[in-house]
C-alpha cells in the first residue's frame, strides 16, 4: 500500500452549506502531513469524515486501504484522533484517566497501569500524575490529551488543531512529541492555522479553502509557486496603516498583508527595483517607516496570496464547524 489516506471527489453537506466540494488527497504512510487553510475551509469536517464520525455526502474516502463507510469499524481501530478539546476527565488524575482509556480498549488492570505510567514519562507528566488533570496547565492538558490517543499505538494519529491557545514553550513541547511520534512510523494529519508549525511539522501540506484542495506540495514547493519577493516595511504611525495599504494597491494591483504587529505590512514585489519602487511612493506619501526587509516568501505569504485572507491566530466557529457540532453523532455504523 503506497498511501495510508486516499479522497477522491469526497463531499460533506450540511444542508445547503457544502463543507467538503470534491477534496482530493493522496498521503503516504510514516509522515507529518499539514491540513492549512483558512476559518471554515473544511479541515475540521474533513477529519471528522476520515475518522468515520461523519458520513460522506458523495465521493470516496480509504483509510490504510480501508473504505470509511464500509470498512468503519476496522478504520476505528486503527487510528486515534486527538480533537481541538481535551477528551480527558477533570475531575480524575492524569494516571486514572490512562488507567480509564487503556481498560476500555481492553488492556487488563497490570498492563493499564503499566501503560499509564509509561506514558506519563515519556510525555514528563510523572510528577503530575497523581493530580486531578483541573489543575494542569494548558500545555501539560494537550500533553495527556494525545497521551491518551496513543494508548495502544495507531498506525495513523489525527490531530486537529493541536496547540491552538498554547503558550509557545507548551507548543515547542507539542511540536517535539508530533516528532516522535512520526519518528516512532506513525502517520500524523495535522491541521493547523499557524502556519510555523506547518512549517516545521510537515513533510507536505495541502491548503484547503471552501472544501477543495487549492494547493499542495512541500513548504519550499508552496513558497515559490508565488515566485515573487517580499517586502516588509514597518510604520511609524498606526492610524496610517489604511493609507499605506491603499498606496500600495494603486501600484501594484493588489493589498499588502498585516503582520501580527498591526503596524508592520507585507507585499509581494516581482524585484528590487519594485520594492524600492514602493519604499519612495511611500516617502513622498510622508508615510515613515521605521525600517523594512525584502526576503523570500514566508508560508503566511503563500497562504495569503492562494486564500486572499491572512492567516487567523484564533479559532472561530464558522457554519461548518457550526455544522458539525450539531451532527457530531452521525458515526457510520
Same mark, same amino acid.
Not at 52 to 57: I, N, V
Not at 272 to 291: D, I, M, Y
Given at each position: 500500500?503506497?498511501?495510508?489516506?486516499?479522497?477522491?471527489?469526497?463531499?460533506?453537506?450540511?444542508?445547503?452549506?457544502?463543507?467538503?466540494?470534491?477534496?482530493?488527497?493522496?498521503?503516504?504512510?510514516?509522515?507529518?502531513?499539514?491540513? +492549512?487553510?483558512?476559518?471554515?475551509?473544511?479541515?475540521?469536517?474533513? !477529519?471528522?469524515?476520515?475518522?468515520?464520525?461523519?458520513?460522506?455526502?458523495?465521493?470516496? #474516502?480509504?483509510?490504510?486501504? =480501508?473504505?470509511?463507510?464500509?470498512? #468503519? @469499524?476496522?478504520?476505528?481501530?486503527?487510528? /486515534?484522533?486527538?480533537?481541538?478539546? @481535551?477528551?480527558?476527565?477533570?475531575?480524575?488524575?492524569?494516571?486514572?484517566?490512562?488507567?480509564?482509556?487503556?481498560? =476500555?480498549?481492553?488492556? /487488563?488492570?497490570? &498492563?493499564?497501569?503499566?501503560?499509564?505510567?509509561? =506514558?506519563? #514519562?515519556?510525555?514528563?507528566?510523572?510528577?503530575?500524575?497523581?493530580?486531578?488533570?483541573? $489543575? %494542569?496547565?494548558?500545555?501539560?492538558?494537550?500533553?495527556?490529551?494525545?497521551?491518551?490517543? =496513543?494508548?495502544?499505538?495507531?498506525? !495513523?494519529?489525527?490531530? &486537529?488543531?493541536?496547540?491552538?491557545? +498554547?503558550?509557545?514553550?507548551?507548543?515547542?513541547?507539542?511540536?517535539?512529541?508530533?516528532r516522535q511520534i512520526a519518528g516512532g512510523g506513525t502517520t500524523v494529519l495535522l491541521t493547523t492555522q499557524y502556519l510555523e508549525?506547518?512549517?516545521?511539522?510537515?513533510?507536505?501540506?495541502?491548503?484547503?479553502?471552501?472544501?477543495?484542495?487549492?494547493?499542495?506540495?512541500?513548504?519550499?514547493?508552496?513558497?515559490?509557486?508565488?515566485?515573487?519577493?517580499?517586502?516588509?516595511?514597518?510604520?511609524?504611525q498606526e492610524a496610517r496603516r489604511a493609507e499605506a495599504v491603499a498606496l500600495v494597491a494603486r501600484m501594484l494591483g493588489a493589498g499588502a498583508l498585516s503582520e501580527a504587529d498591526p503596524t508592520t505590512l507585507a507585499v509581494q514585489v516581482p524585484?528590487?527595483?519594485?520594492?524600492?519602487?514602493?519604499?519612495?511612493? +511611500?516617502?513622498? @506619501?510622508?508615510?515613515?517607516?521605521?525600517? %523594512?526587509?525584502?526576503?523570500?516568501?514566508?508560508?503566511?505569504?503563500?497562504?495569503?496570496?492562494? $486564500?486572499?485572507?491572512?492567516?487567523?491566530?484564533?479559532?472561530?466557529?464558522?457554519?461548518?464547524?457550526?455544522? &458539525?457540532?450539531?451532527? @457530531? $453523532?452521525?458515526?457510520?455504523?
Open positions: 500500500m503506497t498511501h495510508a489516506i486516499e479522497t477522491a471527489g469526497l463531499c460533506k453537506s450540511f444542508g445547503s452549506t457544502r463543507a467538503l466540494d470534491a477534496l482530493n488527497l493522496s498521503i503516504r504512510g510514516g509522515a507529518v502531513y499539514g491540513l +492549512l487553510g483558512p476559518n471554515g475551509a473544511g479541515k475540521t469536517t474533513a !477529519i471528522r469524515v476520515l475518522t468515520t464520525l461523519l458520513r460522506p455526502s458523495a465521493g470516496t #474516502a480509504r483509510v490504510l486501504g =480501508l473504505d470509511v463507510v464500509q470498512d #468503519a @469499524a476496522e478504520v476505528r481501530q486503527r487510528v /486515534s484522533l486527538t480533537g481541538q478539546y @481535551a477528551s480527558i476527565d477533570e475531575d480524575l488524575t492524569g494516571h486514572e484517566n490512562l488507567v480509564l482509556i487503556s481498560r =476500555l480498549l481492553g488492556l /487488563s488492570w497490570p &498492563d493499564a497501569r503499566s501503560r499509564a505510567s509509561e =506514558l506519563l #514519562a515519556v510525555f514528563g507528566l510523572t510528577e503530575a500524575a497523581g493530580r486531578q488533570v483541573r $489543575t %494542569f496547565s494548558g500545555g501539560m492538558r494537550r500533553r495527556i490529551d494525545i497521551a491518551a490517543s =496513543l494508548v495502544t499505538k495507531p498506525d !495513523i494519529l489525527f490531530l &486537529d488543531e493541536p496547540t491552538t491557545g +498554547l503558550d509557545p514553550r507548551s507548543r515547542n513541547q507539542v511540536w517535539e512529541l508530533v508549525e506547518a512549517d516545521r511539522l510537515a513533510e507536505r501540506m495541502a491548503v484547503i479553502d471552501h472544501g477543495r484542495v487549492i494547493a499542495e506540495g512541500t513548504s519550499r514547493e508552496l513558497k515559490s509557486s508565488i515566485g515573487k519577493s517580499t517586502l516588509r516595511f514597518q510604520l511609524l524585484d528590487a527595483a519594485a520594492a524600492a519602487a514602493v519604499l519612495s511612493a +511611500l516617502s513622498q @506619501a510622508r508615510l515613515e517607516v521605521s525600517h %523594512f526587509s525584502l526576503g523570500t516568501p514566508s508560508l503566511d505569504d503563500v497562504f495569503f496570496a492562494l $486564500t486572499g485572507k491572512a492567516p487567523s491566530k484564533e479559532a472561530e466557529a464558522s457554519e461548518a464547524d457550526t455544522a &458539525d457540532a450539531a451532527n @457530531a $453523532t452521525e458515526v457510520i455504523a
